[in-house]
DNA sequence: GCTGTGACGTCAT
DNA sequence: AATGACGCCACAG
């Protein structure tokens, strides 16, 4: 057992907490974890959350609001399908309105 | 077991 | 402002 929760799962906590219809960033995970350099590791934990369906891994996106992991999800376009399903707004792979529906960690869950 | 790579972002120039 | 280098560290080869 290690002194700290382990990375991903810290991530993974965050990351149930983004509401249905909003989208947050590796980035901003992984600064809200006091790990602000780390973003590529967020990256790498929805790609181990694969097998879990508890996380919304459609519902986090680079900084600029574009979808990035959209290769990593099963079909061509599942990501953008899940995150319309939503009420969000894609545009070439862009998040229209991206800081009306970015979830911002710090201003949701208070600054740590 | 070392090296390269990566769903990113920040730092240095 | 824009571009390039580096950090983070798990995983594949």
């Given at each position: 057992m290690g002194t700290s929760e382990n990375f991903f799962e810290k991530v993974y906590k965050v990351a149930k907490?983004?509401?249905?219809g909003r989208v947050t960033s590796y980035g901003a995970i992984a600064k809200y974890l006091?790990?602000?350099?780390s973003a590529r590791m967020v990256g790498w934990a929805m790609n181990a959350?694969?097998?879990?369906?508890?996380?919304?891994?459609?519902?986090v996106v680079n900084r600029k609001g574009l979808?990035?992991?959209?290769?990593?999800?099963?079909?061509?376009?599942l990501m953008q399908q899940l995150l319309e399903s939503e009420g969000i707004t894609v545009n070439d792979n862009q998040i229209q309105n991206f800081e009306t529906v970015f979830w911002d960690p710090f201003k949701e869950l208070g600054i740590q």
């Open positions: 907490q983004i509401p249905y006091g790990a602000a350099r959350s694969h097998n879990n369906d508890e996380i919304p891994a459609h519902r979808l990035t992991g959209k290769l990593h999800f099963d079909g061509t376009n």
